[in-house]
């Protein structure tokens, strides 16, 4: 009896799917998304927009044991859901902008056709430790291409001025600090108060621009290639008119 007993319980121990449980076990999957979110939210600041908005989804679902593979490597779909009104800007400002869109796609780069994008995922699990093993994985490769060139288009559209829009989104005492100290690093005034002329200057901008509009432009500014492409006249217009505005402040 005792024989028959221990046979049933190594038969059961043996059938039991140990590699699919690492596979597929719920601390695995979360260790997947913050690798690949931590990656995902590296693009323009329109991604991270939208990542805090909740309309950007990224899960992983049918986690399984690789077979293909020796050992107890394992594979998932990695599934992003995009917001279709992110895809509609993209495309519509791509089709009043053709040549962009023949440039970009002549270095490989392309707007994803659906807003849910699917790819394979390879991982190793082994003694608890989640390790992507990726580096040849064209899919999602291109992906990760794909939706960089995606949300770098939306951030220079976003800081086009349109004209007679104003800002409908209160800055926080954060947003006016911080654009007010740069303000005083960044001008002068030939005379009067550098303090009152960049107050000025961050009230006026705060009537025209959102803060997610700042971040954009400031994103920009700092990207050589995307600034030359002049998407940031409108603002330097209005940010000239502003400092005329106020006690004539000229960069240092």
């Not at 059961?12 to 979110?37: G, M, R």
């Not at 430790?129 to 064209?138: A, F, H, I, L, P």
């Not at 006026?204 to 050589?224: A, C, H, T, V, Y």
Request: proline share 3%; with cysteine.
């Amino acid at each position: 009896m005792l024989k028959k007993l221990l046979a049933v319980c190594i038969t059961f121990i043996c059938a039991t799917p140990f590699p699919l449980l690492a596979c597929s076990d719920a601390a695995s999957l979360a260790t997947l998304q913050k690798l690949e979110s931590v990656k995902f939210l590296e693009n323009a600041p329109t991604f991270k927009h939208a990542w805090e908005d909740k309309t950007i989804q990224l899960e992983f679902v049918n986690a399984k044991v690789n077979n293909q593979s020796a050992g107890q490597d394992c594979m998932a779909t990695l599934k992003l859901t995009l917001p279709q009104q992110d895809l509609d800007e993209v495309n519509t400002y791509l089709d009043e902008n053709p040549a962009k869109r023949i440039l970009l796609g002549a270095q490989g780069y392309t707007i994803p056709e659906s807003n849910i994008n699917k790819v394979d995922y390879f991982y190793t699990v082994e003694n608890g430790k989640v390790t992507s093993n990726n580096s040849g994985n064209q899919s999602l490769n291109s992906l990760h291409s794909n939706i960089e060139f995606m949300y770098q288009t939306l951030a220079q559209e976003r800081v086009v001025l349109k004209k007679g829009v104003k800002n409908t989104v209160a800055w926080s005492e954060e947003n006016k600090k911080a654009e007010l100290e740069s303000c005083k690093r960044s001008y002068q005034v030939a005379t009067g108060d550098i303090d009152f002329a960049c107050s000025c200057r961050v009230d006026n901008l705060s009537k025209i621009l959102s803060p997610r509009q700042m971040e954009l432009i400031g994103f920009i500014q700092k990207q050589p290639y995307s600034a030359a492409t002049g998407v940031l006249n409108s603002y330097a217009y209005t940010s000239k008119e502003i400092n005329e505005d106020c006690s004539k402040l000229s960069r240092k």
